[in-house]
């Protein structure tokens, strides 16, 4: 069974940073497209971003290009979500999940998620 462990959220004042890693174990990860997804208080869960199996192929949501960067090592069996300038809009619980094998496909496997805050 695939488990996804995120860690690294917390609490930030606006324009700062915070890194975010996705630890896989249980099953395979490193021939599956990864995202990161993040649902702030009161509203649905939204895609944030996502990196293809082999992270030749980047995507974001449009209010976070030029801000956060995705990658894994796969190797390390991690995802990580590098993000700067962060902004109070920002503030969620960000999950992690498995996508498709070679191809996005259906997110099927998720992680808890960790909190993050921006303060204004």
């Known amino acids: 069974q695939v488990q996804l462990v995120e860690s690294g959220g917390g609490l930030a004042q606006a324009g700062g940073s915070l890194r975010l890693s996705c630890a896989a174990s249980g099953g395979p990860f490193s021939t599956y497209t990864l995202g990161w997804f993040r649902q702030a208080p009161g509203k649905e869960r939204e895609f944030v971003a996502r990196?293809?199996?082999?992270?030749?192929?980047?995507y974001y949501t449009d209010s976070v290009k030029g801000r956060f960067t995705i990658s894994r090592d796969n190797v390390k069996n991690t995802m990580y979500l590098q993000m700067n300038d962060l902004k109070p809009e920002d503030t969620a619980v960000y999950y992690c999940?498995?996508?498709?094998?070679?191809?996005?496909?259906?997110?099927?496997?998720w992680g808890q998620g960790t909190q993050v805050t921006v303060s204004s």
């Open positions: 990196i293809t199996w082999n992270g030749g192929l980047t």
């Open positions: 999940a498995r996508g498709g094998r070679y191809v996005t496909g259906v997110f099927d496997y």
